[in-house]
C-alpha cells in the first residue's frame, strides 16, 4: 500500500528523492572525519603543582581535597588521580558516552572552584588546569635550530608566546601541546654554609620574596579631598615586579643589628633558567621542542589538518633566522588513504551491482530504476549520519558499501 502510494504519484516521488539527494549533499561537508569512530568516554583532566612538596603533601593537601569536592558529578564514572614528587597532582575523571564534554569540563570547573578554598596558596598563585582530555593527535611537528643558535629554553618560551594561542584559534583545534617545555624562571641557588652562619632558612628567602617581588596599588597624588585650586591628579605606579637576575639578587633577607643588610647575593645567586628539566627532545640529532595538535571529537581531522599545517607555515615565516620546524608524523596521512580505499570500494561496488542487474535484465531501462535509486539512498544515508551524531569513518563507510546490494533489492 505505501509503495503504491508513490508509483500512482511520480512526481511527488521524484520530490522526495531529490529533497533526500539534497539533504544527504547539505550535510557530507559539515561531517567529521577520522579514521575510527571515537568510542573513548569523555575525560576531564585537573592538574595543578605545590613546588617543593613530596608525592605525601601533595597527595594530603591538594589531590584529596579536589578528588573529594569533583567526586559524585553528574555522569561520572570513575576518577583517577595521581601525585609525583615533582609536586604535580594529576586527576583524570571519566564520564559517561553519552555526557556532554563540554557540560562535564563546566562542572568541573565550578566543583574546583568551590574547592580551592582548601588549597595552599602556592597551588592557587600557580593556578589549576582543567582540560578536556583528547588523544585525537592530527599532527606532531619539531622545532628546532639547525645551527644550534637556540636553546630549547628560548624555543619553548618563543613557541608559548607566539605560536600556541594562534593555533588553538584554528577551526575544530581542541589544544595545542608543547613537549620538552621549558618555561622561563628565575632560579635562586643558595649557599647553605652562608646561609647557617647568618642563621637564614629558605622559608625565610621565600618570605622575602613574596613581600618584595610584588606589583602593589601606588595611589594618586592629588586625589580628593584636595585644596582649593587643585589643577593635577596623577595616578602613581609603582613598579614592583622584578625581571632581572640582578635585582633578584638585591631583595633583603634581614638587617644586622649594626644595621648591615643582608641580601640575596650574600648567600647564592640568582640565574634565569628554565622552571621545569624534567624533559629532553632530540628531533634529528639537533635539541628541539615538539609541537602537538589535537582536535576536537566532532571537527573533520582533514580539515583541521590542512589549516593547522597552513597556519603553522605562516607562523614559521616569522621565525627567528635559524629556527625552523619540520612535520614529525600526521594522522591524517592514515584517514586520507583508508577513506580514499573505501571510497574506491565503494564506487566499485556501485559499478559491479549495476553490471550485474543489465546482465540478467539485459534491459537499460530496467536497469536505470534501481540504479538511480543507489545515489539517491548511498547520498541521502548522511543525512541521517549527521542527525544521529556519527562520523564518516572506516566503518560507516563499509557499512554504506555492504548496504549497496540491500537498496538494489528493494528496489
Not at 629558605?202 to 585644596?227: F, K, R, Y
Amino acid at each position: 500500500m505505501f509503495v503504491d502510494f508513490f508509483i500512482r504519484r511520480p512526481v511527488f516521488a521524484t520530490v522526495c528523492a531529490l529533497l533526500i539527494v539534497l539533504a544527504g549533499a547539505v550535510c557530507i561537508p559539515t561531517l567529521p572525519i577520522a579514521q575510527f569512530p571515537n568510542l573513548a568516554p569523555p575525560q576531564v583532566s585537573v592538574s595543578s603543582a605545590y613546588t617543593g612538596a613530596s608525592a605525601q603533601t601533595v597527595e594530603a593537601a591538594v589531590t584529596q581535597p579536589l578528588e573529594q569536592q569533583i567526586n559524585g558529578a553528574e555522569g561520572m564514572q570513575y576518577i583517577t588521580s595521581s601525585s609525583s614528587n615533582d609536586g604535580v597532582s594529576s586527576i583524570t575523571a571519566t564520564f559517561d558516552l553519552n555526557r556532554d564534554p563540554d557540560l562535564a569540563a563546566v562542572d568541573i570547573q565550578n566543583r574546583v572552584n568551590t574547592a580551592q578554598g582548601r588549597l595552599p596558596n602556592a597551588v592557587k598563585t600557580t593556578g589549576i588546569t582543567i582540560t578536556r582530555a583528547s588523544n585525537n593527535f592530527v599532527f606532531g611537528a619539531g622545532v628546532f635550530s639547525p645551527d644550534g643558535r637556540y636553546t630549547p629554553l628560548f624555543m619553548s618560551n618563543y613557541l608559548d608566546v607566539y605560536v600556541r594561542d594562534t593555533l588553538k584559534r584554528v577551526p575544530g583545534v581542541a589544544d595545542v601541546f608543547i613537549f620538552g617545555e621549558r618555561r622561563y624562571s628565575m632560579r635562586m641557588w643558595l649557599d647553605p654554609e652562608r646561609m647557617a652562619s647568618r642563621s637564614l632558612t629558605a622559608t625565610d628567602v621565600v618570605s622575602a620574596l613574596q613581600e618584595q617581588n610584588v606589583e602593589v596599588a601606588a595611589g594618586q597624588v592629588g586625589q580628593p579631598p584636595i585644596q582649593a585650586g587643585q589643577a593635577f591628579q596623577i595616578s602613581v605606579r609603582a613598579i614592583g615586579r622584578l625581571t632581572s637576575p640582578a635585582q633578584f639578587e638585591n631583595i633583603i633577607l634581614k638587617s644586622n643589628p649594626d644595621g648591615t643588610l643582608v641580601r640575596v647575593k650574600d648567600v647564592g645567586h640568582a640565574e634565569l633558567g628554565a622552571e621545569d628539566y624534567g624533559s629532553d627532545l632530540q628531533f634529528n640529532g639537533h635539541e628541539a621542542v615538539g609541537i602537538g595538535i589535537t582536535q576536537l571529537s566532532n571537527a573533520n581531522a582533514l580539515e583541521v589538518d590542512r589549516k593547522a599545517i597552513a597556519e603553522l607555515n605562516r607562523l614559521a615565516k616569522r621565525f627567528p633566522p635559524g629556527m625552523t620546524y619540520q612535520l614529525a608524523f600526521d594522522t591524517t596521512d592514515a584517514v586520507g588513504e583508508s577513506i580514499r580505499d573505501v571510497l574506491s570500494t565503494l564506487g566499485e561496488a556501485i559499478l559491479l551491482v549495476i553490471l550485474v542487474i543489465f546482465l540478467f535484465l539485459e534491459d537499460w531501462r530496467s536497469t536505470i530504476i534501481p540504479s538511480v535509486t543507489i545515489p539517491v539512498s548511498l547520498i541521502g544515508t548522511f543525512a541521517f549520519v549527521k542527525l544521529l551524531g556519527f562520523s564518516v569513518n572506516t566503518l560507516t563507510l563499509f557499512g554504506i558499501t555492504l548496504a549497496t546490494g540491500l537498496v538494489v533489492d528493494d528496489a
